[in-house]
């Protein structure tokens, strides 16, 4: 999660609320059902994310003798006002940065043991925090990589990264999520929003999205496809109430104004232990707990909401591509809307 720039906030918005329902418009909502055995990745673009947004799913998954997969996207290192508060200096130098996406990655293995002890595969791409978006237009080939402004790399500079030879282009990005289909052979992958408040985020779900349409046109099996929101103005409920209301027998439900774009709401019904078991992997965010503890809070409820994607989705992405890179717009923030929770 990270803090959202102003005018992003704002173009999202705008184009979020021209397609949005009349206020107080009611979405059918189904139970989501998870199968036996089930093949689940899981696809986050900075540590916590996946917890927020699927922590459950994944503890529902294990127990069902299935296998879970996380691939985090970037460390995490890129969030400019936590490095600061943590090294106390106006302007960190990138080594503290690296630092900083060191301690997440170490919070991100910590949380993953809490959900599903060492059953939880974690896998790291290291791509630029804060920069996912520009991948798609801006830098695209290896030939034109992206220069980090936090870490001041252009490549991932960690060594548990799964490729260190990748440069921060968007052909690369998309070609290690295509090996991680191809060996993880998913039934089901829980990925972000495109419609998400956050720009990394539409990234990231608009990356896996073309991951996928490449994999399912060289014949691999279309899996199950779960969109998960994190970022939207005024949502979860509660997330800027400190301190933040009891909320976990409470249900989580998507916004009713994010487009419904034809597809299906489903919500997973969590029992009270992994219910628990949620709120104790977001407390191994120690670095997050101390920024926005609210927030992760209000993601702690008996329920997970997922936008179910249709499977001819994957080959439109294309289109979805060009319809939300905006490029050198200048917007203002929609009048009356209520900021989205901070964080990275």
């Known amino acids: 999660m990270t803090g959202l720039p102003r005018t992003i906030l704002g173009i999202a918005m705008a184009l979020a609320l021209a397609v949005a329902p009349a206020a107080g ?7 989501l059902e998870v199968g036996a055995r089930e093949r689940l990745l899981v696809v986050s673009p900075h540590p916590d994310d996946e917890t927020l947004g699927a922590g459950g799913l994944m503890e529902r998954v294990l127990s069902r003798g299935g296998s879970a ?46 959900l599903g002890g060492n059953r939880i595969r974690l896998q790291v791409l290291g791509f630029p925090d804060g920069g996912l978006e520009q991948l798609l237009h801006a830098y695209w080939r290896r030939s034109h990589p992206e220069l980090s402004p936090t870490t001041a790399a252009r490549e991932p500079p960690y060594p548990e990264a799964v490729a260190r030879d990748v440069a921060y282009d968007g052909a690369d990005l998309r070609r290690e999520l295509l090996h991680i289909l191809r060996e993880t052979q998913p039934t089901v992958v829980a990925f972000p929003d495109p419609l998400d408040a956050h720009p990394d985020h539409r990234a990231a779900g608009l990356f896996t999205l073309l991951a996928l349409e490449t994999w399912t046109r060289e014949g691999g099996p279309m899996p199950k496809l779960l969109a998960y929101l994190v970022h939207w103005p005024g949502w979860p409920p509660g997330w800027d109430q400190a301190p933040p209301p009891a909320s976990e027998s409470h249900s989580l439900e998507l916004p009713t104004n994010l487009p419904a774009r034809g597809q299906e709401r489903a919500s ?16 191994r965010y120690a670095s997050q707990q101390e920024e926005m503890a609210t927030v992760l809070a209000a993601f702690v409820r008996r329920t997970e909401p997922f936008t179910v994607f249709a499977p001819d989705e994957v080959g439109h992405v294309d289109r979805m591509v060009e319809r939300h890179i905006l490029r050198h717009a200048e917007h203002d923030e929609p009048a009356g809307v209520t900021p989205a929770p901070p964080g990275r």
């Open 268 to 283: 997973l019904a969590l029992g009270q232990a992994e219910v628990r078991e949620k709120r104790l992997a977001l407390g």
């Open 69 to 114: 997969r996380v691939v985090l996207l970037t460390a995490g290192d890129g969030y400019v006002e936590a490095v600061v508060h943590a090294t106390g200096l106006p302007r960190p130098r990138p080594t503290q940065y690296i630092a900083y996406g060191e301690r997440r990655l170490g919070e991100a293995r910590a949380a993953m043991r809490e």
């Open 25 to 31: 418009a009611e979405r059918e909502t189904r139970a």
